[in-house]
């Protein structure tokens, strides 16, 4: 005669039994075969910004997206939200310091008074060809930059992007410098931009990128500034009609991380994240080149009126504002003078 069991014991080891049947579920997939727990350390994050769908730089992040997940093994889990829907430029700027989103990618130019120093590359002719570009951000300057932005403002540079040379585009043709007298013309919310079209003698607008094709389309302002990339991309060529080939300002992207937040990822997935963006956008930059006499042609032949002018006065006004800019903020005027040099 079999022994009998108390109850009590039975509903002492029935929660244990239950817990052992559920890890060997979970130990096993649908073949039977064994198979790794999920990784409990996973990193979800945002990457918000203003790059177009379809820009090169957006093709970037979806491809930087996938490659995190592959290489991280999905501990590292982040989201792409292009073209404003975290926000307009200032916003994402500022909320990448804050770190209410993790990563974004913005000129050095908006960080004003906050760090003058990196705000030199945003003058106007500081940066005059594509050679210059790259002796810069490869170089010793380019690190330094990282450096101060770091100290600065507590974000990281972790790898440098690109949307091309700013170029004026507008709904009358801009042939000359005295073409821009008075004429209300968008620029960034950026007071290196303000002061740069001011002396141009431009009525300068600022005007969220988000609704730049509706303040064109309305008259608010009646010609902008942007790259190849992004007039394509937003179709702001559209309400204008008409773009110059000025070539005053280069948009660089340099690829901004919330510090506090990089500084608490696994040794590991830090590796994993600026590997991973420098390979990235190093391709971006190439295809940024690459793509720019196709989206013109491409313009071209939508009805869109290309023009080439004389750059001596735009470049004299860009060499006026940089040396204003280094009186006012003496520390800059080093870097000024070196990255003239590479010319």
């Not at 029935?14 to 890890?23: G, H, S």
């Not at 003058?116 to 490869?138: A, R, W």
């Not at 990281?156 to 709904?171: H, P």
């Not at 956008?281 to 002018?309: H, P, S, W």
């Amino acid at each position: 005669m079999r022994p009998k069991i108390k109850r009590s014991v039975i509903g002492r080891y029935l929660p244990m039994v239950f817990l052992m049947a559920l890890i060997a579920i979970a130990l096993l997939d649908l073949s039977g075969a064994p198979t790794v727990l999920a990784a409990t350390n996973v990193f979800s994050f945002r990457m918000g910004h203003n790059e177009p769908i379809g820009s090169p730089m957006n093709n970037a992040y979806d491809e930087w997206v996938k490659i995190l997940k592959e290489r991280s093994g999905g501990r590292l889990n982040p989201s792409n939200f292009p073209a404003g829907q975290t926000g307009n430029y200032s916003q994402n700027i500022e909320a990448s310091r804050l770190g209410t989103i993790e990563i974004t990618s913005g000129g050095l130019d908006t960080e004003g008074k906050l760090s003058p120093v990196t705000t030199v590359l945003g003058l106007g002719y500081i940066v005059n060809s594509y050679e210059q570009l790259d002796k810069i951000f490869q170089g010793p300057l380019g690190k330094m930059l990282s450096d101060e932005m770091k100290k600065r403002t507590g974000v990281y540079v972790i790898a440098w992007g690109e949307a091309g040379f700013r170029n004026i585009l507008s709904k009358k043709p801009i042939l000359k410098l005295d073409d821009l007298k008075g004429v209300k013309i968008r620029v960034p919310e950026s007071s290196v931009s303000l002061s740069l079209f001011k002396l141009m003698g431009g009525n300068a607008t600022p005007v969220a990128y988000a609704e730049l094709y509706t303040a064109l389309q309305t008259g608010v302002v009646d010609a902008a500034e942007g790259t190849i990339a992004d007039t394509l991309g937003f179709k702001f060529y559209e309400p204008t009609g008409h773009i110059s080939f000025t070539n005053h300002q280069f948009n660089g992207k340099p690829i901004r991380v919330n510090g506090a937040w990089f500084d608490k990822l696994p040794a590991d997935l830090q590796k994993i994240l600026t590997d991973t963006a420098v390979e990235v956008f190093a391709k971006q930059c190439k295809a940024n080149r690459d793509a720019e006499a196709g989206a013109i042609q491409k313009m071209k032949d939508l009805g869109v009126k290309f023009y080439t002018v004389d750059k001596a006065p735009f470049i004299k006004v860009g060499e006026q504002q940089q040396d204003e800019y280094a009186k006012n903020y003496p520390e800059a005027a080093n870097l000024i003078k070196q990255i003239r040099a590479l010319k």
